[in-house]
């Protein structure tokens, strides 16, 4: 496996020279009025339509570590590494629910991350910074894993595995990201929306051969699902139990759902997946796409099965434990071993391009928040437009450098626990981010304090986890109650009790709370248009100036197409959380 | 997850939506009604072609409550909307 083959290392240069043009092109794409601001290179415009979204969200969700990580979990323990499948069934009504609401007060409001949203919400800088750091906390990690996809790859091609020196052999992942760094610094969101359409290509072409081609190879579905069951029911000699089932077994059923549906709460407060949603051009757009988006789901599933493919095969079986029982190797293998060389590296390219184009959205992300909620909000609140661009290119810089350090410095295993705490940490975020697109009922401290709470619980759990040979770390489920579960549930419910509890307590000692800044309206709002400069005064100045939102809603008023929600003074008056005069006093913020 | 109703869409549709949004995550977390081998669909075990099979079914859905719920006014601004406008 350490032969390196000329004409599938050809085809993968070949695919990634290809990226790189089309990447330093999208810079021209839909060329912007003024590149210069962070709606341009953070959000491509907010210009997507349904079929580009469809490619960027569908990067967004499935990335090379998806396609490497859950053959991997499903060579290793079958059954239980659907649950995969079973979270990306979920994701999109859980989307259809939540995004709409978030992309109306954004694009009304003229936000660009989650961060601002909460912010401008709560009234509250703290909120919206712990929103902030736990986003890039989180997605840190989770580029340095896309790399740890591509160093699969390369290793199965036997690229730098030999050298001795080690500046040698992480050369190829190192001039790499230095590319992608480079395109992403230039054109932004636009990068990853237009190379997700050559990712796409590359990877349905290969599972679909792959579903055609590989069964007939390995003597048909029935021989590998007894083989998969074989070998599942045999005994870990490390555990003393069986290495795992064909079916989910009950007593595994409640770890099964409960991170299925975590994972499909996370996935939604992910910087990279509200990036995405933002970038949408109307509100429509994301509906309309989580009906089509399954189709990634679908694929996902028939990746998931190549972990039985490989574990039918007996040279992917040897060449794993050669490489001291490396799973994540097992669909590399298997391609290298199925395909004929050509095909392989076709099939190699779509693993290595699927990792370049979330690792960019996943950058971008991270340094809008950087840039809007950090940097905006407590070094330079008067930064212009275009200084908050170039700060935001210059964070996705330092992003892509501080994940290429964890890929190469520390090891692998740090890297993935460091991935299985950002799936807790982030969605420690979610009432602050979710619930509060429906109430404004938490107080903001308190909101603060159960996230804080959350996050301990969260680690401090993840950390008392055995398994898979460490003391720590070993495992994203853990025993609560007397149920396996995913710990980010259980942390979460911990989160949302202290807030609820906290919130009473506040209230009825008077605390003071914040200002919200957004209006009902916002939250079912449509504007056709978000000008520039419109936008540029409302973030500003987003402290609920009177008419700060009125420019978008002028344009759908005047628009053919009218708002979803016209200003109904009954229903505001409903919902609208507007202080009592005696209390109007104590909110410290500027006002209405 | 019943959503305040914004105005021009009738509890009634809100309700409908609600229900189908909740049956296509309930075909996914209630991991008891496919965690069993039988019936088989050819060699595959139930547990894999059912969540195969979920995954369009959980598109349709959410079609059926994006056709629901889109705006009436939608079909009439349709020119307009179809032109791709740019900024």
Redesign the interface.
């Known amino acids: 496996m350490n032969h390196l083959n000329a004409v599938t290392f050809a085809i993968l240069a070949a695919a990634f020279v290809l990226v790189t043009c089309i990447g330093f092109a999208s810079a021209r794409w839909?060329p912007?009025?003024d590149p210069m601001h962070l709606n341009e290179w953070g959000l491509g415009?907010?210009?997507f339509?349904t079929f580009v979204s469809w490619f960027l969200l569908g990067g967004d969700i499935y990335t090379a570590y998806t396609f490497i990580a859950v053959p991997a979990l499903v060579y290793a323990t079958g059954?239980a590494g659907?649950y995969a499948?079973?979270?990306t069934?979920?994701v999109?009504?859980?989307v259809?629910?939540f995004a709409p609401r978030l992309w109306s007060v954004a694009r009304a409001r003229g936000y660009v991350t989650p961060g601002e949203f909460v912010r401008g919400r709560y009234g509250s800088q703290g909120l919206g910074l712990a929103v902030a750091v736990t986003g890039i906390l989180a997605t840190m990690p989770y580029i340095a894993l896309q790399l740890v996809g591509i160093e699969s790859v390369l290793t199965v091609m036997g690229i730098g595995s030999t050298s001795g020196s080690a500046f040698v052999r992480d050369l190829p992942l190192i001039i790499a990201f230095a590319v992608v760094a480079a395109y992403t610094y230039l054109a932004g969101l636009r990068a990853p929306a237009l190379i997700a359409f050559v990712k796409d290509i590359l990877i349905y072409t290969t599972v679909i051969v792959a579903m055609l081609y590989i069964p007939g190879k390995l003597g048909?579905?029935?021989h590998?699902?007894s083989a998969a069951s074989t070998h599942l029911n045999t005994v870990n000699p490390a555990t003393g139990k069986p290495f795992g089932s064909?079916?989910?077994?009950?007593a595994g059923?409640?770890a099964?759902?409960t991170l299925?549906?975590g994972s499909a709460l996370a996935l939604f407060v992910y910087p990279h997946v509200t990036t995405g949603v933002f970038a949408a051009?109307?509100r429509?757009v994301i509906?309309?796409n989580?009906?089509?988006?399954?189709?990634y789901?679908?694929i996902l599933?028939?990746i998931a099965?190549l972990g039985f493919m490989a574990r039918a095969e007996p040279a992917v079986n040897a060449d794993v434990k050669a490489a001291g029982g490396n799973a994540q190797l097992s669909v590399p293998l298997l391609f290298a071993h199925m395909f004929p060389s050509w095909f392989a590296g076709i099939a190699d390219s779509a693993i290595v391009v699927g990792a370049l184009v979330p690792a960019a959205i996943m950058s971008i992300a991270a340094a809008n928040l950087f840039t809007r909620t950090i940097y905006k909000e407590l070094l330079k609140p008067d930064a212009t437009p275009a200084q908050e661009t170039r700060v935001a290119r210059l964070a996705s810089l330092i992003m892509k450098v501080g994940a290429l350090g964890f890929a190469l410095e520390l090891n692998k295993t740090f890297s993935i626990n460091l991935q299985l705490l950002g799936g807790i940490w982030i969605l420690q975020t979610f009432p602050a981010i979710v619930i509060s697109l429906?109430t404004r009922w938490f107080h903001r401290a308190a909101l603060i304090i159960g996230w804080a709470a959350g996050m301990v619980y969260g680690t401090v759990q993840a950390y008392r986890t055995p398994g898979g040979g460490q003391a720590h770390f070993g495992g994203s489920a853990a025993p609560v109650f007397g149920h396996i579960t995913y710990i980010a549930i259980a942390a979460l419910l911990l989160n949302l009790a202290v807030a609820a509890v906290l919130t009473l307590v506040f209230r009825a000692t008077g605390l003071q709370d914040g200002w919200d800044a957004t209006k009902p309206s916002d939250y079912?709002a449509d504007p056709?248009?978000?000008?520039?400069a419109a936008a540029r005064t409302r973030t500003r100045d987003h402290s609920a100036a009177p008419g700060a939102g009125t420019p978008a809603r002028a344009t759908s008023a005047a628009?053919?197409?009218?708002m979803?929600?016209?200003p109904?003074p009954q229903?505001v008056g409903r919902?609208r959380r507007t202080p009592a005069r005696h209390e109007r006093a104590r909110f410290r913020g500027p006002r209405a | 997850m019943a959503q305040p109703a914004p105005p021009g869409k009738s509890p009634a549709t809100w309700g409908v939506v609600t229900v189908l949004l909740i049956v296509a995550i309930a075909g996914a977390l209630w991991v008891p009604i496919y965690a069993r081998s039988m019936p088989k669909l050819g060699d595959f075990p139930f547990f894999y072609w059912f969540q195969l099979i979920w995954v369009p079914v959980t598109g349709v859905l959410c079609w059926i409550c994006y056709l629901l719920l889109r705006g009436k006014p939608a079909a009439a601004a349709r020119p307009e909307h179809g032109r791709g406008r740019r900024q």
Not at chain 1, 290 to 295: E, F, V
Request: glycine residues 10%; without cysteine; aromatic residues 14%.
């Open positions: 839909r912007a009025e415009g907010r210009g339509g059954a659907f499948l079973s979270y069934i979920m999109f009504p859980i259809f629910i048909g579905w029935g590998i699902f064909i079916v989910v077994l009950p059923e409640w099964y759902a299925a549906l051009k109307r429509d509906r309309r989580t009906a089509m988006l399954p189709a789901t679908l599933g028939l099965l429906y079912t056709v248009t978000v000008p520039a628009g053919s197409r009218p979803a929600t016209p109904d229903r919902y």
